[in-house]
């Protein structure tokens, strides 16, 4: 696939990241897919102000953003934006800044100048329980240390969407199955979520993340471990 460059940044830490946007609106095949290289790039300068959505049309929006930690540039004047039905990624040598990009765009770290927008709001304003029903994160390393099993697991990709914790709707499980059929971890259900081999653990998360329906996925190395019939198995969903 061809990448088109159009983002830009400095120099920092971090390891890869990826961000899926479910939203295509077709077939995997018509997904537009970009990349962010963290070091060299040139760009026209982006406007001032914030591109005017329409109604349900949902968009990232990175403008001017600079991270520092204990005055120590990171990440300098980025901007860039991510359209509906994208698969954006970001790919760069050690130390470019990788991983503090994911984390600014997922809403763990806050920019030090600029601002990032998701779906014409700024993520800074909006609450953990509002970020989490527009987006969700799966990780290389799945650090579960208590004996869930992993229908409990899954499961627990809808607490966003249930009001004041209350038990999970019928609708709801339906949810939750057709997460773990996709992935093909139904038959692992009862199974402890800490008996898996790593392969197995990320696609029990990933059918979580598929449970929490989101219009937004981010994947930091999540099928690392898979083998390659379901990874590349993944990637379509």
Avoid: W
């Avoid at 930690?69 to 901007?79: A, H, P, T």
Wanted: aromatic share 8%; charged share 20%.
């Amino acid at each position: 696939n061809a990448f088109g460059r159009r983002a830009t940044a400095g120099s920092g830490h971090g390891s890869p990241g990826s961000f899926k946007n479910r939203n295509s609106g077709g077939s995997n095949n018509n997904i537009a897919r970009r990349a962010v290289f963290p070091l060299h790039i040139h760009q026209k300068k982006p406007q001032a102000g914030c591109i005017a959505l329409k109604r349900g049309e949902s968009m990232y929006q990175v403008l001017n953003v600079d991270f520092s930690i204990e005055k120590k540039s990171i990440l300098k004047n980025m901007s860039f934006s991510i359209g509906q039905g994208e698969v954006f990624t970001i790919i760069g040598p050690n130390g470019s800044g990788k991983t503090t990009l994911f984390k600014l765009l997922t809403g763990i770290y806050k920019p030090s100048s600029g601002v990032i927008q998701l779906d014409g709001l700024d993520i800074k304003t909006m609450s953990p329980k509002i970020l989490s029903q527009k987006i969700s994160v799966i990780s290389q390393n799945v650090n579960i240390q208590f004996p869930f099993t992993c229908f409990e697991v899954v499961m627990m990709g809808r607490n966003p969407r249930v009001a004041n914790h209350r038990k999970l709707s019928p609708q709801d499980m339906d949810v939750v199955i057709g997460a773990m059929e996709k992935t093909n971890t139904l038959e692992y259900g009862e199974r402890l979520i800490t008996e898996l081999s790593g392969g197995e653990k990320q696609r029990i998360m990933l059918a979580r993340s598929l449970a929490q329906d989101t219009p937004y996925i981010f994947l930091d190395e999540a099928f690392s471990e898979m083998d390659m019939h379901y990874a590349i198995k993944s990637m379509k969903l």
